[in-house]
């Protein structure tokens, strides 16, 4: 967050875990009074304080969200933007965690990480082709009405289903 603000000049928002320590008031930051942002009486939607081990203010902002399943979640979001709305804040996140769903697909199912090669050509061709799979999965989880990763678990259990069934016809042909 100090690399963003100070040497980049630009404003971010980003997601804070629920033990992180924040003062509402200068005051109480130059006391050393912090409480965690868990424990922080939320009678605004957003609150201007200051996080432990930043010198600068930020704007703090609780969501509840509803879950699929009916559950509640709470994410506590971060913005140096001191200008910002609930909206903006809310909008922009969601726009940058399709972004984090998107590398999460890439590493997890498709190996990107995972690429054997040292020479500069064969790295492209890995890349290109992980990215390329990223897609092709992408497309038939929205034919299927599913996720990727939904889908890669209903294609792994397929598969040892069917090599289970092959051990076994292999097991009685010798017996």
Not at 54 to 70: G, S
Not at 126 to 152: D, P, V
């Amino acid at each position: 967050m100090r690399f963003i603000y100070e040497k980049l000049k630009k404003h971010f928002i980003l997601a804070l875990k629920s033990n992180r320590l924040v003062a509402l008031t200068l005051a109480d930051k130059q006391q050393g009074r912090y409480v965690r942002i868990d424990e922080l009486e939320w009678s605004e939607k957003l609150v201007r304080g200051w996080v432990k081990g930043l010198e600068f203010p930020v704007l703090l902002h609780r969501q509840v969200f509803t879950n699929k399943d009916d559950s509640t979640g709470t994410l506590y979001l971060i913005s140096n933007d001191l200008d910002a709305t609930e909206t903006t804040l809310e909008t922009t996140y969601k726009k940058r965690w399709k972004v984090e769903v998107f590398h999460k697909n890439i590493k997890s199912n498709t190996a990107l990480a995972k690429s054997p090669t040292k020479v500069v050509k064969t790295q492209g061709n890995h890349i290109f082709m992980s990215l390329y799979a990223a897609a092709r999965l992408e497309c038939l989880s929205i034919r299927q009405k599913t996720n990727t990763f939904a889908l890669k678990s209903t294609l792994y259990i397929k598969a040892i289903r069917l090599a289970f069934e092959e051990l076994q016809r292999l097991k009685s042909a010798t017996a």
